[in-house]
């Protein structure tokens, strides 16, 4: 079974540093992988994704995302945090041919004035 | 705003009662997608439809059952209520292929049950 692990469920940084959030999958075929967050009281909004095109993958609101085959990764980065990135980030993945999005546990991003 | 409307936006209710969540998909989309999320069991796909046909079944209890109907709105019907079904329930829409593909998802704002 496909599983997502994401490495710290607390991530605290300083505003205009950087951020990296990190996600690894697990799967003998690289899957989808995606990457959501979530603001208080709100859904999940879609930051970017990949599927199977360029391994570097631009998103909204500046972050990006590189596909690592060898190390199973797909860590987001931001170069300079901004107060209004507060929020929650699930790194999702779903089996190429398959239905659902299997969600990692969540890493909450907190911003430091 | 992603299009997903979800009704009600909060429902408090009692052990042993029933309620429904009503999801209307974003326009031209066919797919619908439930999800739960809790504090012990985070993200949780339940179950997904296409055009009117189930899809796809994940961790979904007995007690819960969806349907999509011709207009292609979807409701998740959730029985005999457990305190442990307290979660914030997650619509997802999403455009095209059954096999799902690259397709987005498009999530609702939820709806957030609790159960005393």
């Known amino acids: 079974a496909q599983s997502v692990t994401q490495l710290g469920s607390h991530v605290s940084v300083s505003e205009g540093a950087l951020v990296l959030l990190r996600c690894n999958y697990s799967s003998s075929v690289p899957p989808y992988l995606f990457w959501y967050v979530q603001y208080p009281n709100q859904g999940l909004q879609l930051l970017l994704k990949y599927t199977s095109a360029a391994t570097l993958v631009k998103g909204i609101n500046g972050f990006e995302a590189e596909f690592k085959k060898s190390e199973t990764s797909f860590h987001l980065t931001k170069p300079s945090a901004h107060m209004s990135d507060a929020a929650e980030y699930f790194c999702?993945?779903?089996?190429?041919?398959?239905?659902?999005?299997?969600f990692g546990q969540g890493t909450r991003l907190t911003i430091n004035p | 705003d992603s299009g997903v409307t979800q009704t009600p936006k909060h429902l408090i209710t009692a052990t042993g009662q029933r309620v429904t969540l009503r999801c209307s998909p974003r326009?031209?989309?066919?797919?619908v997608y439930w999800y739960q999320q809790s504090l012990d069991q985070g993200l949780q796909f339940l179950i997904q439809y296409y055009n009117g046909e189930e899809r796809a079944k994940g961790n979904i209890l007995e007690r819960f059952s969806a349907q999509q109907f011709p207009d292609l709105h979807s409701e998740l019907n959730l029985s005999s209520l457990e305190l442990g079904d307290s979660a914030l329930y997650f619509c997802?829409?999403?455009?095209?292929?059954?096999?799902?593909?690259?397709?987005?998802?498009?999530f609702g704002p939820g709806t957030r049950l609790t159960v005393l």
């Open positions: 999702a993945v779903r089996r190429v041919g398959a239905q659902k999005l299997v």
């Open positions: 326009s031209g989309d066919l797919s």
């Open positions: 997802a829409s999403s455009a095209s292929t059954p096999g799902g593909g690259t397709d987005t998802q498009y």
